[in-house]
């Protein structure tokens, strides 16, 4: 019984480490991954950014997330803070 225990734990041990890394593979060589190039109609997102006194930091956040490679119609920005006490509500001028 312990032989048959023991064969388990190794086989797990090793299939953790090898075996799903190998099942991938060969799943990726059966059935190859679509582009998502070809994807002629974005759908609509929207990046929530949650702000709190980030006056130093706000601008890089907001010009980073427009820099994003997505459709500028299908990208929407939300800029959101509760009781920040410097200027963050005040000092983004990046749009």
């Not at 032989?3 to 086989?11: C, D, K, L, Q, S």
């Not at 980073?64 to 410097?86: E, I, M, Q, W």
Request: proline share 4%.
């Amino acid at each position: 019984m312990l032989e048959w225990v023991f064969a388990v734990n190794v086989f797990l041990v090793l299939y953790t480490y090898l075996g799903y890394g190998l099942v991938l593979f060969l799943l990726n060589k059966l059935y190859p991954a679509k582009s998502l190039t070809s994807v002629v109609d974005y759908p609509a997102v929207t990046l929530l950014v949650a702000a709190y006194n980030e006056e130093d930091w706000i601008e890089q956040k907001i010009e980073n997330c427009l820099a994003l490679d997505y459709p500028r119609d299908k990208l929407h920005l939300l800029l959101v803070t509760d009781g920040s006490t410097d200027l963050t509500t005040q000092k983004p001028k990046v749009f």
